[in-house]
């Protein structure tokens, strides 16, 4: 009896034994699994990811816009921007222009925002101000206010070919630099204004200015941007 007893006793350990190692077994053959699956999937996602994007958002390294632009200081206007640098494909030549034909995929598509601009022109416009580093006006402050009221700085969007004369299409307080140059013909307004006004339109002779300006006048790059850069002015503009 002794005897069957020990047996029965050794075949419960070996059967013990046997579930601990499948038992831990187990995890270890989970995990790598786990680990597979999730690289699988993100790759998945990866691709169908870089299939959704749209490669031909404009404006593109193709297309050549124009935007006209005027600058504020409650309701006056000052001088234009002066660029030093065109990095990007997205400058002006003082001319009251915004000219937009990248040349490089990070001034493309979604891309293609004010804050690039204003990086050539060496200028910046935040809630505090509208400031020019070059020294083409003294900053122009949200606390000067304007006419002895409080002021704001804004950046208006207009839609300078509306039937009725130049349309607000938005009027952005804030994140200036992510605003989005979204077609040719575009007019925009920087301003210090009155709280509870809205800015000006763009002024006449600016809007004059894209008058007869097409994609077929082109700016060839220079760094730094320059009065002698090569410019065809087979129609009497500048690219």
Request: include cysteine.
């Amino acid at each position: 009896m002794a005897k069957a007893s020990s047996s029965k006793k050794v075949q419960r350990a070996a059967r013990a034994a046997a579930s601990s190692k499948g038992a831990s077994e187990r995890p270890q053959l989970g995990f790598p699994l786990i680990v597979a699956l999730v690289v699988v999937l993100g790759v998945v996602l990866v691709i169908v990811a870089r299939g959704s994007r749209d490669p031909l958002t404009s404006p593109t390294t193709e297309d050549h816009w124009h935007s006209a632009y005027t600058i504020y200081d409650c309701g006056a206007p000052v001088p234009l921007f002066q660029g030093q640098a065109d990095p990007d494909g997205i400058h002006s030549h003082g001319d009251s222009l915004i000219h937009i034909h990248p040349y490089n995929s990070s001034a493309t598509g979604d891309d293609a925002r004010l804050g690039v601009f204003l990086d050539a022109m060496n200028a910046s416009i935040d809630v505090d101000g509208i400031f020019a580093e070059n020294g083409e006006f003294a900053p122009i402050l949200t606390e000067d206010g304007c006419n002895g009221q409080p002021a704001v700085v804004q950046v208006a969007r207009w839609n300078i070919g509306a039937a009725g004369g130049p349309e607000i299409v938005e009027v952005y307080e804030d994140d200036f630099d992510d605003i989005r140059l979204l077609a040719d013909g575009e007019g925009f307004t920087f301003a210090l204004v009155a709280v509870g006004e809205d800015p000006p339109p763009p002024g006449p002779d600016v809007i004059a200015s894209l008058v007869g300006v097409g994609s077929e006048i082109q700016w060839e790059v220079t760094d730094p941007l320059t009065d002698d850069a090569p410019v065809d002015t087979s129609d009497g503009s500048g690219g």
